[in-house]
């Protein structure tokens, strides 16, 4: 049962993955800004977070993400920011929507997914070292994937358009950056989840925060 004590444990850690999350997304290290797209590393305390604290922190570090990556294309737009940011929008209110949906909706799917994928892999009793690898990967590839699938489904012609290609185009330009982009995120993902993520969650279980808190580490 979960405790009041439990409870402030758990709010306090996801405050504090929040506020590094929003440092990384105000810092070089977090947004790496690109010729046409800002590539990030933002996701990986949202996947962090979502193995310590369990698929509903993931969702909201998520969307804490997703609001900075927001707040980053209206204040400092690029070619692409009509897919990230509401205010942007150059279709009216449906345009807004999709762009929210891009820019935060995204990015909850990747603590909730991650979140949800620890904790299978946990019930099937599977070695942290793979486990933490594991998750770190398809969290990242899930930012990649639901991201640019979404600008391929929702903007392919104002996305052909900032790329000044023709329609057809579209989608070996998206392949190309989930390919160039997308896949080694994922890896540096994969590695920097595994370095951190197994000495966090041994100390999480420890203090008894977050989900899965009475297993064994592995």
Known sequence: MRTRKHDTRWLVSVALMAAI????????????????????T???????????????????????????SLISNTMAPTLLSFAFSPFMSTTGIPGALKAIWISVGCRVLIGVVAGWLWNFLQKMHVNNWIALPVVGFVGSMVNTISVMGSIYLLFAQQYAEAKEVGITAVWGLIMGTVTASGIPEAVAAAVLVTALGRALVQAFRKMNIGAGCAQTVR
């Open 42 to 68: 933002v996701h990986i305390p949202v996947i962090i977070g979502a193995i310590l604290l369990g698929p509903s922190a993931g969702a909201m570090l998520g969307a804490v993400f997703g609001l900075c």
């Open 21 to 40: 999350i929003i440092v990384l997304a105000n810092t070089p290290l977090g947004m790496i800004q690109l010729p046409i797209i800002k590539a990030t």
